[in-house]
């Protein structure tokens, strides 16, 4: 569905009572919902999907470890420091620690290093502990990575490899990495929490089976204080399992300084995501039912996961919205504008798409836990993708792969032929010059400044706006005779664009 008009309003803007004035200042404002759009005229609104930085995937599972296939729920950063990319991610050998043999009979050659030896908590073709392990790579450019011989955790009888932790259950599920560098206790400044299972989930079947675990069933912290040696607590869960099922996700707000439970959750026998926050990792709030979904999304769509992060003056999120019919995930968007209240984004585009036939992601990309990565003009996001269905029998096969997008490039605001303009609602400008991000190398896009009701300020009118006529992530505005922008007032900014993009602005 294509935004055409936010809202009606006479010739005359109302200046009626509403919500107050946005303050607009160097955090970028984004046009992701109406809080700060009073109408568009001869325009619309949509997600701009990211590009694939290639057809295949730049992480895959290629160790002995690895032996399942699957490397998932990748969290990135970029060390300034180090001038390096750091990665954490799962190896999911789960399908081998429950059966003994795939569907037509093969077993990998890394599980038949335990055919011959009596293993505690075995039940398939590798034991439990050797289920799923937490990993980490290292690049210098962000596509071509390594995975370092750490030396920590033993893995048939070396310690030549990559693995940071090992879990204490049946398996790791779905994971987060959050990077605090400059928290004032070097060793919380890394934090991950990890789902920890005990499969098969039922104490007779536990019990049956001679399986012992040394942990219950929920989510579990880490801290690090350089992001490979980690100390648990096992001594609590953080969420149990009857708070917040596996795939759940977790971050941290620097603007409310909590951190943030992206809760799985069932409601309706659909798929929904929860919210809760916590100062501690221990007391949380009372989780929300965020999002559900409603009559525009398809009958059998259920959320599967997501993950938010602040962005520019607001809050955005990544969302997995599964169909069970078809098997499928998409990788969509979602917007606030306090951190605690969602909402779906534009036209509900997909932001990363899956690909073509017989590509490594063709039928569901999962999101990262973590934020994009900014590279100079471009936001780099990793993202798991597979070519199987959800809950195809067999060991299942995934990779990470990684898309671009233009910074402050998820939703553009779009004016093709025809001059088309977005009014905002009243402003505060905070700063003496005002900038926007758009691509308008083919057309024009111009800015007047009126007041509240609708009406001229001398000097920003229209026709005295010298027009953007480039492709620039910082473009600056400017009217004949270069007028003092009037700041701390409540102003209304016009913005007409032709034939091309707007995607954000600021002032400073």
């Not at 999304?297 to 919205?321: C, I, K, M, N, T």
Request: charged letters at 25%; hydrophobic letters at 40%; one cysteine or more.
């Amino acid at each position: 569905m294509m935004l055409a008009v936010v809202s009606t309003c006479t010739p005359a803007l109302s200046a009626a009572a509403g919500p107050p004035a946005l303050t607009i200042g160097s955090g970028h404002e984004l046009f992701l919902d109406d809080r700060g759009i009073e109408k568009m005229e001869a325009l619309s609104r949509r997600v701009v999907p990211a590009t694939k930085h290639q057809t295949k995937p730049v992480l895959v599972a290629d160790r002995p470890w690895e032996l399942q296939g699957v490397v998932a729920f990748p969290s990135v950063c970029y060390d300034a420091k180090r001038k390096v990319f750091r990665m954490w991610y799962l190896v999911y050998n789960v399908w081998w620690s429950r059966h003994a043999q795939a569907p037509d009979g093969s077993v990998p050659a890394p599980a038949r290093y335990y055919q011959d030896r009596k293993c505690p908590n075995k039940v398939g073709a590798v034991p439990m502990a050797d289920s799923a392990f937490i990993c980490y790579a290292e690049s210098a450019n962000g596509v071509k990575w390594t995975k370092p011989e750490l030396g920590i955790h033993e893995f048939q009888g070396t310690k030549k490899n990559n693995i940071v932790l090992r879990h204490g259950g049946s398996h790791f599920d779905s994971f987060a990495v959050i990077v605090r560098p400059d928290w004032p206790t070097p060793q919380e400044r890394y934090v991950l929490i990890a789902f920890v299972g005990n499969w098969p989930y039922n104490p007779d079947q536990i019990a049956k089976r001679e399986l012992k675990y040394e942990v219950g069933s929920g989510h579990y912290a880490f801290f690090s204080a350089d992001g490979i040696h980690w100390k648990p607590r096992w001594d609590a869960p953080v969420a149990s399992l009857s708070q917040a099922q596996d795939r759940t996700t977790w971050g941290w707000d620097p603007r409310r300084k909590v951190f943030v439970g992206n809760w799985k959750w069932d409601e309706k026998k659909r798929r929904c995501r929860r919210q809760a926050e916590s100062k501690d990792l221990s007391k949380w709030t009372q989780p929300r039912l965020i999002l559900f979904p409603d009559k525009q999304d398809a009958r059998d769509a259920e959320f599967y996961g997501h993950y938010v992060f602040p962005y520019g003056s607001q809050y955005l999120g990544w969302l997995e919205v599964y169909r069970p019919g078809s098997g499928t995930i998409d990788f969509q968007l979602i917007g606030s504008r306090d951190g605690q209240n969602w909402a779906r984004v534009a036209d509900r585009g997909v932001f990363v798409g899956r690909g073509a036939k017989g590509a490594f992601d063709s039928t569901m990309i999962l999101i990262p836990g973590s934020p994009p990565v900014q590279r100079g003009n471009e936001l780099w996001v990793y993202y798991e993708g597979s070519a199987l269905h959800h809950n195809d029998k067999g060991p299942e096969r995934a990779s990470i792969g990684l898309a671009r997008a233009r910074v402050d490039g998820f939703v553009a605001v779009e004016g093709k032929g025809k001059e088309g303009k977005l009014v905002t609602k009243p402003v505060v400008l905070k700063g003496g010059r005002l900038f926007i991000n758009a691509a308008a190398a083919k057309g024009r896009i111009r800015v007047s400044v009126v007041k509240p009701d609708g009406s001229a300020l001398p000097g920003f009118e229209v026709d005295k706006s010298l027009p953007v006529t480039v492709d620039s992530v910082t473009a600056p505005l400017s009217w004949r005779g270069d007028p003092a922008l009037p700041t701390g007032q409540p102003l209304r900014l016009v913005f007409h664009v032709r034939s091309a993009r707007l995607f954000s602005y600021w002032c400073q």
